[in-house]
């Protein structure tokens, strides 16, 4: 998962660097959510049934400009745009509470620091229980090793058909297709793969992109691209699949047909791959096999809380993966 790989210093398919901390509601890098000095008045606009870029003073239309280092996604000016169009009013209105009730909890937090030295009762970071933390959260052990046998389930049915039916592996000779000029029809060339991200892949390599819209797919960083590299004429290219009639994005199935990856790590120059023209002599270990990615499942279940897991989509997926598969 990109967050995992990130926060290893992971050489990953785009080379991310971690991105400037924000203020998760407007964007500013000057503060955090809890302190963010617009919350409590836009809150107030909305609660007197108004939108709050109706004021001109409002922070909406007076954005701060993106800093080095920061989100395309996260600053202050993409933040205000995404706000102001009326098509994200509603949102608008959800995250503004949901930022006004943490600025609340901050506030009842500090109260109860300085007005008492009552023991202040453990609570978990997980599931939002009370009496324990994270370290003896039975229901994050129990998500734990969901994940990890869905990963495990995962990887077996890639490695069935990665490896023992296509020989897909480094030194792997394949035919691949590759995008002519304008107007001009796409050039078969062999090319030796260089590259698997294997230690990277997991269950979030399918994620059924094109059957859902954007607001339904999983969150960029719990995404898990399968990206294969190989060298044709001289040039390092990403490999993708052919996308079947009307879909955006390519599917890799396994050897009984059914889905197995449709995210892939891509740039403007990938090839298509066509087919094995020599198989691997370097197959996957068998630890690959079984340890279900446990490092990287155990760092996401310590960083995000279950509600974060299931607004990203993680929990929905990771569902439809058990019933479809059966491993409850």
């Keep these: 998962m ?13 080379h991310h660097q971690r991105s400037k901390s ?23 606009m909305f609660n007197a049934f108004n939108i709050p870029c109706s ?3 409002n922070w909406t239309n007076n954005p701060k400009p993106a800093v080095t280092g920061q989100s395309h996604w996260s600053n202050q000016m993409h933040t205000a745009r995404w706000f102001k ?6 949102k608008w209105h959800a995250q503004c509470e949901k930022a006004y009730e943490k ?43 969901r994940l990890i046998r869905a990963n495990n389930h995962w990887r077996q049915r890639l490695y069935s058909y990665f490896v023992e039916e296509l020989g897909l592996g480094v030194g792997a000779l394949i035919k691949v297709k590759q995008n002519g000029a304008w107007q001009q029809p796409a050039t078969e060339h062999v090319a030796i793969v260089t590259s698997i991200n294997w230690a990277e892949l997991n269950m979030f390599c399918y994620t059924n992109n094109n059957a859902s819209g954007w607001n339904d797919r999983i ?4 995404q898990s691209p399968l990206g294969i590299k190989v060298q044709v004429d001289c040039k390092e290219r990403f490999v993708s699949w052919k996308a079947p009639p009307n879909k955006r994005d390519g599917v890799i199935n396994d050897v009984h047909g059914r889905p197995l990856v449709d995210n892939f790590a891509s740039d403007w120059h990938s090839v298509k791959f066509h087919s094995v023209i020599s198989p691997t002599e370097t197959p996957l270990s068998e630890e690959w096999l079984s340890e279900g990615q446990a490092e990287c499942v155990e760092f996401i279940t310590k960083r995000y809380s279950f509600d974060k897991l299931t607004e990203w989509k993680a929990i929905k997926i990771l569902e439809d993966y058990e019933k479809r598969y059966n491993l409850k």
């Design 103 to 145: 600025i609340l909890k901050a506030e009842a937090r500090a109260k109860l620091k300085t007005g008492t030295t009552t023991k202040r009762v453990k609570s978990c970071g997980f599931c939002g229980g009370t009496g324990h933390n994270r370290r003896d959260c039975q229901e994050m052990t129990a998500l734990n090793k």
């Design 55 to 57: 004021d001109a003073d």
């Design 85 to 90: 169009d009326p098509t994200g009013w509603s």
């Design 2 to 14: 990109r967050a995992f790989n990130q926060s290893n210093n992971s050489t990953t398919h785009h």
């Design 22 to 44: 924000s203020c998760s509601y407007c964007g500013d890098v000057e503060h955090q959510v809890t302190s963010c000095p617009h919350v409590k008045s836009d809150w107030a």
């Design 219 to 222: 969150h960029h960083n719990l």
